[in-house]
C-alpha cells in the first residue's frame, strides 16, 4: 500500500478531526501531497496541497479552517480540519502525483452532522 488515509468519522459542526495520510518514503519525499474530497452525488474536489518546501494553497471554501501539514521523518501528511460544517461531508483522499504515476488513499468518510 502506498498511500493510506486515516481519521475520519462523524463530529458535529463546528467540530474538528485531523486526517492522517501515510505514505511509502519513495513516493512522500520529493512529491507535493494532496487531499480531495468527494461528497454524495458530486465530482471530487481539490482540497489542499503542500509542497516539499512546506508551501501550502487551499480551496477557498475551506482557508481559514483546514490547515495541511507534513512530517517528513514519518513519510506522513495531515489534514487539520476545524470548524467543521456539514457541507464538509465527505470521503477525503491522500493524493502523490509523480511524473508518470499518480497514487490515491483508499479515502476516510467524514461527516458533519447539524
Known amino acids: 500500500v502506498q498511500l493510506q488515509a486515516s481519521g475520519g468519522g462523524l463530529v458535529q459542526a463546528g467540530g474538528s478531526l485531523r486526517l492522517s495520510c501515510a505514505a511509502s518514503?519513495?513516493?512522500?519525499?520529493?512529491?507535493?501531497t494532496n487531499w480531495y474530497r468527494q461528497a454524495p452525488g458530486k465530482q471530487r474536489e481539490w482540497v489542499a496541497t503542500?509542497?516539499?518546501?512546506?508551501?501550502?494553497t487551499y480551496t477557498d471554501s475551506v482557508k481559514g479552517r483546514f490547515t495541511i501539514s507534513r512530517d517528513d521523518a514519518k513519510s506522513t501528511a495531515y489534514l487539520q480540519m476545524n470548524s467543521l460544517k456539514p457541507e464538509d461531508t465527505a470521503v477525503y483522499y491522500c493524493?502523490?502525483?509523480?511524473?508518470?504515476?499518480?497514487?490515491w488513499g483508499q479515502g476516510t468518510q467524514v461527516t458533519v452532522s447539524s
Open positions: 518514503a519513495m513516493i512522500f519525499m520529493n512529491n507535493a
Open positions: 503542500i509542497t516539499p518546501g512546506g508551501s501550502t
Open positions: 493524493n502523490v502525483r509523480l511524473t508518470l504515476a499518480n497514487y
